[in-house]
T-cell receptor, first 112, second 113 residues
Framework: AQSVTQPDIHITVSEGASLELRCNYSYGATPYLFWYVQSPGQGLQLLLKYFSGDTLVQGIKGFEAEFKRSQSSFNLRKPSVHWSDAAEYFCAVGVGDDKIIFGKGTRLHILP | NAGVTQTPKFQVLKTGQSMTLQCAQDMNHNSMYWYRQDPGMGLRLIYYSASEGTTDKGEVPNGYNVSRLNKREFSLRLESAAPSQTSVYFC????????????FGPGTRLTVL
């Protein structure tokens, strides 16, 4: 069955430090992969997506993600976080003509 | 261009009451979705509509019904609300299912007493 796993429920980093949020998926075919961000009290906003081609994808707000087929992973990275990056981050997998499956999310906390 | 709009923003119901959550999009998208978000559970798909005139069950459809009124509007109805349906509900739309970015509304916070 298709699934998305975000192993870290909470992550805390200092402002200015680098960030990596992990995402692993289970899907038989080549997936469509997404990262969304949710600020408190808001809906979700797309950060970036991977469909095909270059496995390193650039997104908004300085985020990037790398698709690694051999590891079934799509980890999100940012070289230097800002206090405004504190939010909840969701990895998602598009399963063809059907629907998108979301992970349970990782809440990012930023220390000043 | 408002994107995806949802009404109401907040609602409190008593057990057994009914209500309809409204959702509309102005992006001419084919696909629309209803999710619920609960702490630690992420987003769970309730129902979706891949195109006007079609609806399908998602992961957690029990206790809900939907109507794809036209291409713009997709409503979610709770016929007899239960405390387990206390949640934040999000509507989303996309050009196509499974492949395209989903655009989300601001959510409806529902409390069932």
């Amino acid at each position: 069955a298709q699934s998305v796993t975000q192993p870290d429920i909470h992550i805390t980093v200092s402002e200015g430090a680098s960030l990596e949020l992990r995402c692993n998926y289970s899907y038989g075919a080549t997936p469509y992969l997404f990262w969304y961000v949710q600020s408190p009290g808001q809906g979700l906003q797309l950060l970036l997506k991977y469909f095909s081609g270059d496995t390193l994808v650039q997104g908004i707000k300085g985020f990037e993600a790398e698709f690694k087929r051999s590891q079934s992973s799509f980890n999100l990275r940012k070289p230097s976080v800002h206090w405004s990056d504190a939010a909840e981050y969701f990895c998602a997998v598009g399963v063809g003509d059907d629907k998108i499956i979301f992970g349970k999310g990782t809440r990012l906390h930023i220390l000043p | 261009n408002a994107g995806v709009t949802q009404t109401p923003k907040f609602q409190v119901l008593k057990t057994g009451q009914s209500m309809t959550l409204q959702c509309a999009q102005d992006m001419n998208h084919n696909s629309m979705y209803w999710y619920r978000q609960d702490p630690g559970m992420g987003l769970r798909l309730i129902y979706y509509s891949a195109s006007e005139g079609t609806t399908d069950k998602g992961e957690v459809p029990n206790g809900y019904n939907v109507s794809r009124l036209n291409k713009r509007e997709f409503s979610l109805r709770l016929e007899s609300a239960a405390p387990s349906q206390t949640s934040v509900y999000f509507c989303a739309s996309s050009a196509r299912t499974g492949e395209d970015e989903q655009f989300f509304g601001p959510g409806t916070r529902l409390t069932v007493l």
